[in-house]
């Protein structure tokens, strides 16, 4: 029998011909990433007794959360990280304003076929579709990895997700997700390795896989993968800091499950609060009153999303009452924007455009809600809280849906606006 | 062999539930975290739990962000042990690495109420309400010994010689 993904690259990392689900392993991942959370981290690893990293080039660190620091204290923090990198010659630290770490990452290279990647960060899950195994680890074994380079991983059993026909424009992969998360719920992968495949995967753009990678985890998987192919090494080209070697599951690989959905019937969708899983054909929800529309984060904020937004937004106006954030999701692409024009349509729209970065995703820093106030976001999150008041309500979409919704000023199906035609 | 009041919540809950993003980038301690415990669940956890408490729940228990305050703040509030159908991932992971005893139960759990009592023999596995006993799986042996030494720091700590 052969290994799926998982297996395949988990017996690679900890040197062993074969592994079976359930079993634990010692490895050691290729790159280890982490954020603002890096001045906590830092704290710990001084308790642990060890003076130096003991691998710094492993390690990224990515300052993306609080950034710039609005807060004494978030501005000491990243003093700390500052201090904490110079002194063990940790090369790879992009300071804030590069960009969002899931989107810097893939930037520059670092994101590799056949890789291990760990990172401090729940969609850390984002380098799956890359052909990497990366998942998301606490602060603690952060800490360890920077004294001991090792960490145990449990193999876990997997799924295919099989994603039959073509989606739709302006449907777009983050409708199939929030579907395919509506569909067999926040639990329904839990602790899996998920494998992504079919016509409508191998379709899609690059950052539309990511996409997908980046919210396995709100069905509680511990890893997306999806196999790399001629767009990913192209994607690569000129980036990768070291080569790299694809691996693929095994044709007659075990899956616990194969699930099955059809791209080309799906319209858009969208996540009500306060769970990624409460998921509704955006008709059943249109007509619901936002005051904040909000276009950006790790999980929609590249290039090919700030398109599809501009093209539906160009040469009209948000409507009134609403306030439209713009988070490109790194400076890459916000001078990629910048150079086709689409951030002087946003900004003649009406939208606030910020820096590249998190903030308003997670209610640390700009963009918080007040009671009462209802948010649609492109975001991958709608938990209680989470943008601010415990009283705000969070709904999530697509790039489209928010940069139509945010025209109307009410949750609008996007294919009423898309290119000013009827469905 | 642990006896403790229950605190009894449903399915999904979340780490932005149990400690805010907003409070995620400011160095607090973990008692400061605990005062901070399921603020957005239950604003009477932090001012009422006392120690030996434990927290019952459905499924996917801790599922969201990776922040690991979401196991501290817990483990600081005193919480004895967190008794749930089913954990995400990187939560489970974390409670392990903060010495918080976390445990798979399917059985019996919707029959547990707040404020009910329930006893933990964690030697035997066992869960023991109202005279039922309910048996969840033994850890694997290499996750125990994490939990036995108090979590990953002094695990690590004791691997490395510098216990």
């Known amino acids: ?59 990224v660190i990515v300052l993306d959360h609080t950034v710039p620091a609005s807060t004494e204290k978030y501005a000491l923090g990243h003093k700390e990280i500052r201090q904490f990198v110079a002194q063990q010659g940790i090369e790879h630290f992009y300071d804030g304003g590069v960009g969002i770490c899931h989107q810097v990452l893939p930037e520059k290279g670092f994101a590799l076929p056949g890789t291990l990647i760990l990172g401090s960060d729940s969609h850390t899950t984002t380098y799956g579709a890359f052909g990497a195994f990366s998942a998301g680890i606490g602060r603690s074994e952060m800490a360890v990895l920077y004294a001991t380079s090792k960490i145990w991983l449990k193999v876990p059993e997997s799924f295919k997700i099989v994603v039959h026909g073509r989606l739709r424009e302006p449907v777009t992969s983050k409708d199939l997700i929030l579907r395919i998360i509506g569909d067999i719920g926040a639990d329904g992968a839990l602790y899996r390795s998920v494998e992504f495949t079919g016509e409508a995967i191998a379709e899609m753009s690059q950052a539309s896989r990511m996409v997908l990678s980046n919210m396995a985890i709100e069905m509680g998987a511990k890893n997306g993968y999806i196999a790399p192919d001629d767009k990913t090494f192209r994607f690569l080209e000129g980036r990768a800091v070291r080569k790299y070697y694809p691996v693929y599951p095994d044709p007659d690989a075990e899956y616990e499950k194969v699930l099955e959905f059809d791209a080309s019937s799906l319209g858009p969708q969208v996540a009500k609060p306060h769970t990624v899983d409460n998921v509704s054909p955006v008709e059943e929800v249109a007509g619901t009153k936002i005051d904040q529309a909000l276009l950006g984060t790790c999980t ?27 988070l490109p999701a790194s400076q890459e692409v916000l001078l990629d924007a910048l150079a086709e024009g689409l951030i002087e349509t946003f900004v003649r729209a009406g939208a606030l455009v910020l820096n590249p970065g998190c903030g308003p995703c997670l209610g640390a820093h700009q963009g918080v809600l007040a009671p009462g106030e209802v948010c649609l976001s492109t975001a991958n999150r709608n938990f209680k809280g989470r943008m601010g008041s415990r009283e705000a309500e969070i709904y999530l979409a697509s790039p489209a849906t928010v940069a139509a919704s945010a025209l109307t000023g009410v949750i609008t199906d996007p294919r009423e606006v898309f290119e000013g035609g009827a469905k | 062999m642990i006896e403790g ?38 604003p009477s956890f932090a001012k009422e739990v006392k120690p030996g408490d434990v927290i019952v729940a459905g499924t996917n228990f801790g599922c969201g962000s990776s922040r690991e305050q979401a196991a501290t703040c817990l483990k600081a509030a005193g919480v004895a042990a967190v008794i749930a159908k089913s954990f995400s991932r990187i939560f489970f992971r974390n409670a392990i690495n903060n010495g918080l005893p976390v445990i798979e139960l399917k059985e019996g759990i919707d029959e547990i109420e707040k404020g009910d009592t329930v006893k933990i023999d964690f030697q035997n596995g066992i869960v023991i309400h109202e005279g039922n006993e309910y048996h969840f799986p033994a850890l694997p042996a290499e996750v125990l010994a994490i939990l036995e030494d108090g979590g990953l720091i002094p695990h690590v700590r004791k691997e490395l010689g510098k216990g």
């Open chain 1, 300 to 326: 929609n904020g590249r290039l090919e999303d700030l398109r599809l937004a501009a093209r539906i937004l160009k040469g009209k106006k948000i409507a009134k009452g609403v306030r439209m954030l713009v």
């Open chain 2, 5 to 42: 009041r229950v605190w009894r919540y449903g399915d999904d809950v979340n780490t932005d539930v149990i400690f805010p993003g907003k409070y995620t980038y400011q160095p607090l301690t973990p008692e400061e975290m605990a005062t901070h415990a399921l603020e957005d669940l239950d």
């Open chain 1, 1 to 59: 029998m052969g290994m799926t993904f998982a297996q395949k690259i988990l017996a690679q990392k900890a040197g062993l011909d074969h592994v079976a689900p359930s079993q634990i392993v010692t490895v050691t991942p290729d790159f280890c990433m982490s954020h603002d959370n890096t001045a906590a981290i830092s704290k710990i690893f001084a308790k642990i007794g060890v003076d130096r990293v003991k691998d710094p080039e492993r390690f």
